[in-house]
């Protein structure tokens, strides 16, 4: 995985340097692979989840940190996503491999249909718009009219697979590698997408709308894109969530669930990919952390690290990262020079 | 013919708690040009102080007045210690540092008070007044303290050289400094203001919703709606607008969409209202230099 | 000899990384009236903004005396020093008698400030006749007029005015300027007073301070400014 942002060029490139990263990463791999085999199931099934968020944040990252297009309501497309899902599997005997682009390919319909209103708003206002989204979807769900399809309260319960070709694997170290192999791809794509000329729209019109506009980039289309592609990457982990947790029901889905996702990239940091990764350690741990920390208010402790880190980390884990990594090679760069 | 003058009436009992979390919500914008997401859950934790100080034996008046004078100082102490370090930052950071209020708020009323849903008192005798059934005791009740709180707001700012100056400060703070307007201030006092605010607007709403820690999330939608119909940044509009949304939610609650999807309405009525004219019904359009 | 009403000593200010004044010096006594003098960009409108600490400065700013390059605007003002700002500065949505009243902010002495009122509607009787019209609907010279009175009504012992012809029809400058010269003699209101208009500055100023790039390349009484050859070519046109 890169760490270069699009726009920003890396000051000191150098075989050595790319190098260094493409080994960091196959060793990421090799590590990621050998995981199931090495811990419990329970911690296989946390890590699936790990990797489920950071499709989802991905996603997210792509249109809020790299189009800086804000969503309070991405929870919504998540909770789609894992709802194809289950009712694929349950009601219509979908094989479970097959729910997935399926949510994906629905999400980004939809993310791209809600896209197109979300247009005229900026800020606070999308913010608040979208946070209104991710409110209602549970009610959405509860409602009479849909139950026959939602299940309602109660919602559905599906079966984890079973390994296939009769591997002498468990479900669940089945499933993580299923949804590695799926987080893989998803994240190759989008770091071609950014790396690319959508990319660079995306992050021209966050930076600078008028003068991309001036341009000839149909912000319009872009914009409304990203929205899509981002709502397809987190229905598609929505649905991997829900394979993985082999349950949905509206609550799963309530305002937390975007809060957290929004939390996550801001926290992994903004406008990077390895940042999704960072924050769906976060969010998929700290909340333990928290309630080892306190038992009585351990969401009172993530808040209090969430307005922490604004103070003290504002551009996130990845950010920091960079930055302390900079210093050193400045450091080691000026220790070689001054003898 | 019975059942929508209930609706409708219970409709401005509600629209009176929307306005006084809409104005409060307009304060803050106007002052600073962000939307206090955190409102909800501030109003939430002061009910919470007013109970606690009714349960422990305090008499309801000077437990409502000893909350507000809480709940100012709460407000004062997050925009002077917190927000006004936070002025370099960007809007999504702001966004997140407000979620952090919010969750922070819900959390530690969970834990200092339970989840639990408990009954909270309300000031005004039982038994329909003037012999009519559609507004209980309590409803016209919050809708006469609305009406008081609303009414003193008004007047401070329009009459005392204080609201003048804080008006001042919130529309021009570079002026505002050059006629010796301690700007920081007025903003700590627009905060505690808009706090109080929300306390009453909780002490008036949970005797009706029972008092727990999500009370005020469903209800923080609905002043958004209701601030964003009114205009942003015109008070009068945003207590035009939660009347309005109080009504609307009742009555397409009961006719149109059902009792479950209330909440939908008030979805709609935001995109709508961003959508189709943003500046509401009062307010002023803005237009951003190129 | 007495202290002088202010003085400036090398005052360095600017905007982030870009520094604008290089070392300012001046001084001005009570009761004169005194004009910066220089291009667009010479630093004028930032020296004023750095005595009033709307930009902090380097260097030493001294009010009757006392030191107040460290202090804060508000307190700044209380001492006494008006400032009508570049574009008016003007509460656009308040009324004319709020953006008024607001001038009158630190105000303690209610009576006086309610006969100030008069006082000013004596001086710009245009802005008695639209008191209670809001002040953004006013025309750019009633703006002006409002500006000025709103830093009257703090009753200042030092007026700074930044442009105040900016923008405005000739007739409209002249009156101004004699209501300033006015103010001067019958209040003792000190007035430093920046201008791109240089004749009409130098006309109603005693001393002139002409800036350019960030310092003073020329100071003396206006008279000897009007007549410097080198003013006259580039800043006077004849």
């Given at each position: 995985?890169?760490?270069?942002?699009?726009?920003?060029?890396?000051?000191?490139?150098?075989?050595?340097?790319?190098?260094?990263?493409?080994?960091?990463?196959?060793?990421?791999?090799?590590?990621?692979?050998?995981?199931?085999?090495?811990?419990?199931?329970?911690?296989?099934?946390?890590?699936?989840?790990?990797?489920?968020?950071?499709?989802?944040?991905?996603?997210?990252?792509?249109?809020?940190?790299?189009?800086?297009?804000?969503?309070?309501?991405?929870?919504?497309?998540?909770?789609?996503?894992?709802?194809?899902?289950?009712?694929?599997?349950?009601?219509?005997?979908?094989?479970?491999?097959?729910?997935?682009?399926?949510?994906?390919?629905?999400?980004?319909?939809?993310?791209?249909?809600?896209?197109?209103?979300?247009?005229?708003?900026?800020?606070?206002?999308l913010a608040l718009a979208t946070f209104a989204l991710g409110v209602t979807m549970p009610q959405l769900l509860k409602n009479k009219a849909l139950e026959h399809w939602t299940g309602g309260v109660q919602g559905i319960v599906i079966v984890k697979p079973d390994a296939p070709f009769g591997l002498k694997l468990s479900p669940d170290q089945w499933l993580y590698l299923f949804t590695l192999a799926i987080t893989v791809l998803m994240f190759v794509v989008g770091w071609n997408l950014i790396r690319g000329r959508v990319g660079r729209a995306l992050v021209a019109i966050r930076d600078h709308p008028i003068a991309a506009s001036a341009m000839g980039i149909d912000t319009a289309r872009y914009k409304s894109l990203a929205f899509g592609i981002s709502a397809m990457y987190t229905g598609v982990a929505g649905s991997l969530g829900a394979i993985a947790i082999q349950f949905v029901a509206p609550d799963s889905f309530v305002i937390g669930l975007s809060i957290g996702l929004l939390t996550g990239i801001v926290i992994g940091g903004l406008a990077s990919i390895p940042g999704a990764l960072f924050g769906a350690f976060f969010i998929q741990f700290i909340p333990n952390i928290a309630d080892q920390i306190s038992k009585a208010a351990p969401w009172a402790i993530y808040g209090i690290f969430l307005i922490g880190f604004m103070f003290l980390m504002p551009m996130g884990i990845n950010g920091a990262i960079r930055l302390g990594w900079a210093r050193l090679r400045h450091r080691l760069s000026a220790q070689r020079k001054g003898g | 013919m019975e059942a929508f003058l209930h609706q409708l009436l219970g409709g401005l009992a509600t629209g009176g708690i929307y306005a006084s979390v809409a104005l409060a919500l307009v304060m803050i914008h106007q002052a600073t040009h962000l939307l206090n997401f955190a409102q909800g859950e501030m109003a939430m934790f002061s009910t919470y102080i007013a109970w606690a100080l009714i349960n422990a034996g305090v008499p309801y008046w000077a437990a409502f007045f000893l909350t507000i004078a809480f709940a100012f100082l709460l407000g004062l102490a997050i925009q002077h210690f917190l927000m006004r370090n936070l002025r370099s930052t960007s809007v999504l950071q702001l966004v997140i540092v407000f979620i952090g209020l919010i969750v922070i708020f819900n959390s530690v009323a969970g834990w200092i008070f339970t989840y639990t849903i408990k009954d909270f008192p309300s000031p005004f005798p039982k038994g329909y007044l003037f012999g009519q059934k559609y507004l209980s005791p309590h409803e016209l009740g919050a809708i006469g303290v609305t009406m008081v709180v609303l009414t003193l707001l008004w007047a401070f700012f329009r009459f005392t050289s204080l609201g003048l100056a804080m008006r001042a400060a919130a529309q021009n703070p570079v002026s505002s400094r050059l006629v010796g307007i301690r700007v920081a201030w007025m903003l700590a006092l627009g905060w505690g203001l808009a706090a109080a605010i929300g306390a009453v607007a909780g002490m008036m709403v949970a005797p009706i919703v029972y008092l727990d820690p999500n009370m005020m999330a469903g209800i923080l939608l609905y002043a958004f709606a209701a601030a964003l119909i009114g205009g942003i940044d015109s008070p009068g509009g945003a207590v035009v607008g939660g009347f309005l949304v109080g009504v609307l939610e009742n009555l397409l609650g009961a006719y149109v969409v059902g009792n479950e999807l209330k909440l939908g309405v008030a979805l709609v009525l935001i995109i709508g209202v961003l959508l189709v004219k943003p500046s509401g019904l009062f307010g002023s359009v803005q237009v951003t230099r190129v | 000899m007495s202290t002088p009403l202010l003085e400036v000593v090398d005052l360095h200010a600017g905007y982030g990384l870009t520094r604008v004044l290089h070392g300012i010096s001046f001084s001005m006594e009570e009761g004169s009236i005194t004009t910066l003098l220089g291009a667009n960009g010479a630093g004028k409108t930032t020296t004023l903004r750095a005595l009033c600490a709307m930009i902090r400065p380097q260097g030493e700013v001294r009010f009757r005396g006392e030191r107040v390059d460290s202090r804060a605007t508000e307190d700044i003002v209380r001492l006494g020093i008006g400032h009508v700002p570049e574009g008016r500065g003007t509460f656009v949505h308040l009324s004319t008698e709020e953006n008024l009243r607001l001038g009158a902010y630190v105000r303690k002495d209610r009576a006086a400030v309610e006969q100030d009122f008069d006082r000013i509607y004596g001086y710009f009787p245009r802005l008695a006749e639209r008191r209670r019209q809001q002040a953004g609907t006013l025309s750019g010279g009633e703006q002006q007029m409002l500006a000025v009175s709103r830093a009257l009504m703090l009753r200042p012992r030092l007026l700074l005015l930044d442009e105040p012809s900016f923008g405005l029809a000739p007739l409209i400058v002249r009156e101004l300027f004699e209501i300033l010269r006015t103010i001067n003699q019958k209040e003792g209101v000190s007035i430093l007073l920046i201008e791109q208009n240089a004749a009409m500055a130098l006309d109603l100023a005693d001393q002139a301070y002409l800036i350019e790039t960030g310092r003073v390349v020329l100071s003396g009484s206006a008279a000897e400014v009007r007549n410097n050859d080198a003013v006259r070519a580039s800043y006077l046109g004849y």
């Amino acid at each position: 995985m890169s760490a270069v942002a699009p726009v920003a060029a890396s000051l000191s490139p150098g075989v050595s340097r790319h190098r260094l990263q493409w080994t960091a990463l196959a060793v990421l791999l090799i590590a990621a692979c050998a995981l199931p085999f090495l811990v419990s199931n329970y911690r296989t099934f946390q890590f699936t989840l790990v990797l489920v968020y950071a499709i989802a944040l991905l996603g997210l990252n792509i249109l809020t940190g790299y189009n800086g297009q804000i969503s309070l309501g991405h929870g919504a497309f998540y909770a789609i996503g894992a709802y194809v899902a289950a009712i694929l599997m349950d009601r219509f005997g979908v094989p479970y491999w097959a729910t997935v682009p399926i949510a994906g390919a629905l999400c980004l319909v939809v993310g791209f249909l809600f896209g197109l209103p979300a247009l005229r708003l900026e800020g606070h206002y999308l913010a608040l718009a979208t946070f209104a989204l991710g409110v209602t979807m549970p009610q959405l769900l509860k409602n009479k009219a849909l139950e026959h399809w939602t299940g309602g309260v109660q919602g559905i319960v599906i079966v984890k697979p079973d390994a296939p070709f009769g591997l002498k694997l468990s479900p669940d170290q089945w499933l993580y590698l299923f949804t590695l192999a799926i987080t893989v791809l998803m994240f190759v794509v989008g770091w071609n997408l950014i790396r690319g000329r959508v990319g660079r729209a995306l992050v021209a019109i966050r930076d600078h709308p008028i003068a991309a506009s001036a341009m000839g980039i149909d912000t319009a289309r872009y914009k409304s894109l990203a929205f899509g592609i981002s709502a397809m990457y987190t229905g598609v982990a929505g649905s991997l969530g829900a394979i993985a947790i082999q349950f949905v029901a509206p609550d799963s889905f309530v305002i937390g669930l975007s809060i957290g996702l929004l939390t996550g990239i801001v926290i992994g940091g903004l406008a990077s990919i390895p940042g999704a990764l960072f924050g769906a350690f976060f969010i998929q741990f700290i909340p333990n952390i928290a309630d080892q920390i306190s038992k009585a208010a351990p969401w009172a402790i993530y808040g209090i690290f969430l307005i922490g880190f604004m103070f003290l980390m504002p551009m996130g884990i990845n950010g920091a990262i960079r930055l302390g990594w900079a210093r050193l090679r400045h450091r080691l760069s000026a220790q070689r020079k001054g003898g | 013919m019975e059942a929508f003058l209930h609706q409708l009436l219970g409709g401005l009992a509600t629209g009176g708690i929307y306005a006084s979390v809409a104005l409060a919500l307009v304060m803050i914008h106007q002052a600073t040009h962000l939307l206090n997401f955190a409102q909800g859950e501030m109003a939430m934790f002061s009910t919470y102080i007013a109970w606690a100080l009714i349960n422990a034996g305090v008499p309801y008046w000077a437990a409502f007045f000893l909350t507000i004078a809480f709940a100012f100082l709460l407000g004062l102490a997050i925009q002077h210690f917190l927000m006004r370090n936070l002025r370099s930052t960007s809007v999504l950071q702001l966004v997140i540092v407000f979620i952090g209020l919010i969750v922070i708020f819900n959390s530690v009323a969970g834990w200092i008070f339970t989840y639990t849903i408990k009954d909270f008192p309300s000031p005004f005798p039982k038994g329909y007044l003037f012999g009519q059934k559609y507004l209980s005791p309590h409803e016209l009740g919050a809708i006469g303290v609305t009406m008081v709180v609303l009414t003193l707001l008004w007047a401070f700012f329009r009459f005392t050289s204080l609201g003048l100056a804080m008006r001042a400060a919130a529309q021009n703070p570079v002026s505002s400094r050059l006629v010796g307007i301690r700007v920081a201030w007025m903003l700590a006092l627009g905060w505690g203001l808009a706090a109080a605010i929300g306390a009453v607007a909780g002490m008036m709403v949970a005797p009706i919703v029972y008092l727990d820690p999500n009370m005020m999330a469903g209800i923080l939608l609905y002043a958004f709606a209701a601030a964003l119909i009114g205009g942003i940044d015109s008070p009068g509009g945003a207590v035009v607008g939660g009347f309005l949304v109080g009504v609307l939610e009742n009555l397409l609650g009961a006719y149109v969409v059902g009792n479950e999807l209330k909440l939908g309405v008030a979805l709609v009525l935001i995109i709508g209202v961003l959508l189709v004219k943003p500046s509401g019904l009062f307010g002023s359009v803005q237009v951003t230099r190129v | 000899m007495s202290t002088p009403l202010l003085e400036v000593v090398d005052l360095h200010a600017g905007y982030g990384l870009t520094r604008v004044l290089h070392g300012i010096s001046f001084s001005m006594e009570e009761g004169s009236i005194t004009t910066l003098l220089g291009a667009n960009g010479a630093g004028k409108t930032t020296t004023l903004r750095a005595l009033c600490a709307m930009i902090r400065p380097q260097g030493e700013v001294r009010f009757r005396g006392e030191r107040v390059d460290s202090r804060a605007t508000e307190d700044i003002v209380r001492l006494g020093i008006g400032h009508v700002p570049e574009g008016r500065g003007t509460f656009v949505h308040l009324s004319t008698e709020e953006n008024l009243r607001l001038g009158a902010y630190v105000r303690k002495d209610r009576a006086a400030v309610e006969q100030d009122f008069d006082r000013i509607y004596g001086y710009f009787p245009r802005l008695a006749e639209r008191r209670r019209q809001q002040a953004g609907t006013l025309s750019g010279g009633e703006q002006q007029m409002l500006a000025v009175s709103r830093a009257l009504m703090l009753r200042p012992r030092l007026l700074l005015l930044d442009e105040p012809s900016f923008g405005l029809a000739p007739l409209i400058v002249r009156e101004l300027f004699e209501i300033l010269r006015t103010i001067n003699q019958k209040e003792g209101v000190s007035i430093l007073l920046i201008e791109q208009n240089a004749a009409m500055a130098l006309d109603l100023a005693d001393q002139a301070y002409l800036i350019e790039t960030g310092r003073v390349v020329l100071s003396g009484s206006a008279a000897e400014v009007r007549n410097n050859d080198a003013v006259r070519a580039s800043y006077l046109g004849y």
